[in-house]
T-cell receptor, first 113, second 115 residues
Framework: GAVVSQHPSWVICKSGTSVKIECRSLDFQATTMFWYRQFPKQSLMLMATSNEGSKATYEQGVEKDKFLINHASLTLSTLTVTSAHPEDSSFYIC?????????FGNGTRLTVT | GENVEQHPSTLSVQEGDSAVIKCTYSDSASNYFPWYKQELGKRPQLIIDIRSNVGEKKDQRIAVTLNKTAKHFSLHITETQPEDSAVYFCAASPYSGAGSYQLTFGKGTKLSVIP
């Protein structure tokens, strides 16, 4: 079945540094991928929609200059958290679909110290 | 945009009893309603989904019902087992084109099945 791979599964970084998270569709082409953020004991909140070959669409309240999204190929989307701060610590999950249903990556636990 | 409300936020049931989780949505354009089970620290796993041209769908102990007129849908788990304990999320989405769905999630229900 369709698989979405996300890397890394966890990362610890210092405040002010940048972190890149990769999301790959392993056996299908995904023209659209989605990035979610999930704080402890809360729901998944859509951050942005990543479109292959074009600019990402960001949800209201999400800073596009802070959360850089690149979707350069049909199987890879990357999220870069720039100048990370402790409040950016969260669980970041990507998803992609081919017709349906939506497939999620394993998520990335980001801790900013 | 879409707004999804989910109730209850927590639910405790005795093993073997049934559990029901209810969600409402606001956007009449939504036509796809999946349910996800998420264990602590892991990704959401799709357990069942329903489309707006169907009123009910069942898969073994799990069933989902949809009332388009009232804009609500429910998850029913029968004969609950301890391994059903997890956080369950409902979601709603219109079809985004190119085989893609942009989901709006409910806030989740923490289900605890007591042995």
């Amino acid at each position: 079945g369709a698989v979405v791979s996300q890397h890394p599964s966890w990362v610890i970084c210092k405040s002010g540094t940048s972190v890149k998270i990769e999301c790959r569709s392993l056996d299908f082409q995904a023209t659209t991928m989605f990035w979610y953020r999930q704080f402890p004991k809360q729901s998944l909140m859509l951050m942005a929609t990543s479109n292959e070959g074009s600019k990402a669409t960001y949800e209201q309240g999400v800073e596009k200059d802070k959360f850089l999204i690149n979707h350069a190929s049909l199987t890879l989307s990357t999220l870069t958290v720039t100048s990370a701060h402790p409040e950016d610590s969260s669980f970041y999950i990507c998803s992609a679909s081919q017709n349906s249903p939506l497939h999620f990556g394993n998520g990335t636990r980001l801790t900013v110290t | 945009g879409e707004n999804v409300e989910q109730h209850p936020s927590t639910l405790s049931v005795q093993e073997g009893d049934s559990a029901v989780i209810k969600c409402t949505y606001s956007d009449s354009a939504s036509n796809y309603f999946p349910w996800y089970k998420q264990e602590l620290g892991k990704r959401p796993q799709l357990i069942i989904d329903i489309r707006s041209n169907v009123g009910e769908k069942k898969d073994q102990r799990i069933a989902v019902t949809l009332n388009k007129t009232a804009k609500h849908f429910s998850l029913h788990i029968t004969e609950t087992q301890p391994e059903d304990s997890a956080v369950y999320f409902c979601a709603a989405s219109p079809y985004s084109g190119a085989g893609s769905y942009q989901l709006t999630f409910g806030k989740g229900t923490k289900l605890s099945v007591i042995p």
